[in-house]
């Protein structure tokens, strides 16, 4: 070995014979005491035993090596220029990490929806006063240059909405297909405003559900916001034949037959379908089995409004109330309020009502005696037939409720749904056959009887009024309840169809031609040569080795089967089409959950005070909010990087 060329290189001598070299190390890594990639500390501090040439020059061009020489060249060139270099470097980092911090501030009073505009200076100088943050010292450049200016705020919030914006275009870019949910609302400065969230497939092989954007619109018409879509689509390089699902609240505007939304861009992507929200569909059928039935509509439900508007118009009888409860020993509650567009609020009105219904009859009671509208509602409170409707309301919304929360969830697909409406149909069937035991309603008569906590309300009732109510109130209801749900979730073919991808459905003893007949509508549905997606002869070929997968795979879910399709490379493989079929089937967005949950952040971010918001500030206030990741996940380092190539600055970062 030439060790004169390896200057670097330092012999190691044994302890007990000093003349024995037992190793090497290298003086530049020593010198840094620099570490390998992997933690460990040969060359720098422990002594390497192969005394190879191959191992040496290995060494040399080691990451280890480079990272050590770098620092050495550092150190002289630090010596030669009196440390102007270093000094230099340590002040571009400085005012680099000035920046990252000023953006880490301003994209947490993004993502709380706290006014960036009006807060940000002062946010700043609190963290640099208060919280220690001398670093921010070095964000200010001279006496003009102090990077706090509306200009500067937008650009970096351009900059770090685009980040999280580019990261769902990649995703978008991946997926085989799209979905679109779509809503409109009006917003404080009385501007419509059109809500779009596509759901898509991640590599991972699950839905995801990301905001896309917030436009204003001029007018609510089918045309204009048909023209909106496929402007945006447009604009983000998306083909409309991958978009094969479009989700909606059930509008005429969106779902008219002739002119909705839904038609017009079907006439573009003829393999699109369109869905009606199943949150709404389930609280029109709720809410519509209630105005079928006189009781319901004329009465219970115009007095439960007026209850909650009693007490809530006044705070003195909301504090004799929650007095009562106290000296009842009860829970301090508060009446809720049932609205219609509210899906989950009578469950919680009658909920409410039910658990404080001793103390709101005794307040009731103290107040009817100079009082109109409090003796008249408790006149209507101490009938029985109100009583069991509450009792019975207590007993069937729970169910419907807990429907509901789970049509909200992002993941829910189509096979799901009916999955969930049938076990919920199950329960109503079951209060229809007769007063189950254990429920609110088997326990109104012990509730009214001596000792229950009604006793002192003198509620009476006849078996000629049990059978009235029970005849006119009771089954109509939930009748009516049952064919509205039958209606709004009736199985359609295509459903139908897609069940065969769920291995709970599949029967233990196979016929020899189960989902022959559904593959064959998919691959009708999917397949051609104008417009097909799917080879329909290779979608019935796949089908007969896909279900005998199945079959040995029964535990499986049909999320999980259709997340194997998608990310098992040997299914993949092996099933191509079916693939194809799964993608289309997880992206058909069944709900408009996430886009109401956008219009409740629109509400909070553009304020009356905010009112003047730009469209495309307001998208990127929304873009952070809804979408960002917590503030320790972003980053903020190749944000910094972009928006230091934006145009010169005099900050160096």
């Not at 003086?27 to 191992?55: F, I, L, Y």
């Not at 220029?81 to 000035?98: D, K, M, P, Y």
């Not at 275009?169 to 997926?175: F, M, R, T, V, Y």
């Not at 094969?244 to 699109?272: E, H, I, W, Y």
Request: net charge neutral; charged share 25%; with cysteine.
């Amino acid at each position: 070995m030439d060790i004169p060329k390896y200057h670097w290189l330092v012999p190691v001598y044994d302890e007990a014979n000093g003349e024995q070299v037992i190793g090497m190390l290298c003086s530049t890594c020593r010198r840094h005491n620099q570490a390998q990639d992997n933690g460990e500390m040969w060359w720098s501090r422990d002594p390497v035993v192969s005394m190879r040439k191959d191992n040496v020059n290995r060494h040399w061009r080691s990451d280890q090596h480079k990272a050590a020489r770098n620092k050495e060249a550092a150190r002289v060139a630090a010596e030669a220029n009196g440390g102007i270099l270093q000094a230099f470097q340590c002040q571009v980092s400085l005012e680099r990490t000035a920046l990252i911090t000023a953006m880490k501030c301003l994209y947490f009073l993004a993502k709380e929806e706290i006014a960036h505009t009006t807060k940000f200076s002062s946010l700043l100088d609190f963290a640099k006063i208060h919280m220690g943050c001398d670093v921010l010292t070095h964000l200010t450049k001279g006496f003009n240059a102090k990077y706090r200016s509306e200009r500067i705020l937008q650009e970096l919030l351009q900059v770090m909405a685009g980040q999280i914006q580019n990261g769902h275009q990649a995703l978008l870019k991946a997926s085989a297909f799209f979905g679109l949910q779509c809503d409109e609302t009006t917003d404080i400065s009385t501007t419509k405003e059109l809500v779009l969230l596509t759901r898509l497939i991640t590599a991972n092989g699950e839905v995801a559900n990301r905001f896309a954007a917030m436009i204003p619109v001029p007018d609510g018409t089918a045309r204009t916001i048909t023209d909106r879509i496929l402007g945006w689509l447009r604009e983000k390089n998306l083909d409309i034949k991958r978009l094969l699902g479009f989700g909606s609240d059930g509008a005429p505007v969106m779902t008219g037959r002739r002119n909705g939304v839904a038609t017009l861009l079907k006439a573009q992507s003829q393999l699109l379908v369109a869905i009606h929200c199943i949150a709404h569909r389930l609280a029109l059928a709720v809410g519509q089995a209630g105005e079928a039935v006189t009781f319901f509509r004329n009465s219970f439900k115009p007095n439960l409004g007026e209850l909650f508007r009693f007490f809530d118009a006044s705070p003195c009888r909301m504090a004799r109330l929650h007095l009562i409860q106290d000296i009842m020993n009860l829970t301090k509650r508060t009446l809720k309020e049932a609205v219609d567009t509210r899906w989950l609020s009578h469950d919680a009105a009658c909920a409410s009502l039910y658990k404080c219904l001793p103390a709101v009859l005794t307040t009731l009671d103290n107040e009817g005696r100079d009082n109109a509208t409090a003796s008249g509602l408790l006149t209507w409170l101490r009938k029985w037939e109100t009583l069991a409707t509450l009792y019975l309301l207590c007993d069937l919304l729970p169910s419907l409720s807990s429907l509901s929360r789970c049509f909200q969830h992002a993941k829910i697909n189509l096979l799901q749904i009916h999955g969930s409406v049938g076990t919920a149909m199950k329960v109503v069937k079951g209060m229809r056959d007769g007063i189950k035991p254990n429920t609110r309603l088997s326990r109104l008569e012990q509730d009214l009887s001596a000792g229950g906590r009604l006793e002192g309300f003198s509620i009476s009732v006849t078996p000629e009024r049990k059978l009235k109510w029970q005849k006119e109130v009771r089954e109509p209801f939930i009748d009516r309840l049952l064919v509205n749900l039958e209606e709004r979730f009736h199985c359609t073919e295509l459903l139908s169809s897609f069940s065969v991808l769920d291995p709970s459905a599949m029967p233990k003893v196979m016929p020899e031609d189960y989902g022959c007949a559904e593959v064959e509508c998919l691959a009708a549905q999917y397949g051609g040569e104008v417009g097909g997606i799917v080879d329909p002869d290779a979608v019935c070929d796949e089908w007969w080795g896909l279900r005998e997968y199945i079959a040995l795979n029964r535990h499986l879910s049909q999320e999980q089967l259709a997340q194997l399709l998608l990310t098992d490379a040997t299914l993949a493989e092996l099933y191509p089409s079916m693939k194809l079929l799964a993608s289309v089937l997880m992206v058909i967005p069944v709900g408009t959950a996430d886009s109401e949950r956008a219009f409740s952040t629109l509400k909070r971010v553009k304020t009356r005070l905010r009112s003047s918001l730009k469209a495309d500030t307001l998208n990127q206030l929304l873009t952070i909010s809804i979408d960002g990741p917590h503030v320790d996940m972003f980053d903020f380092d190749a944000a910094a990087t972009t928006w230091g190539g934006m145009r010169n600055r005099r900050i160096s970062v």
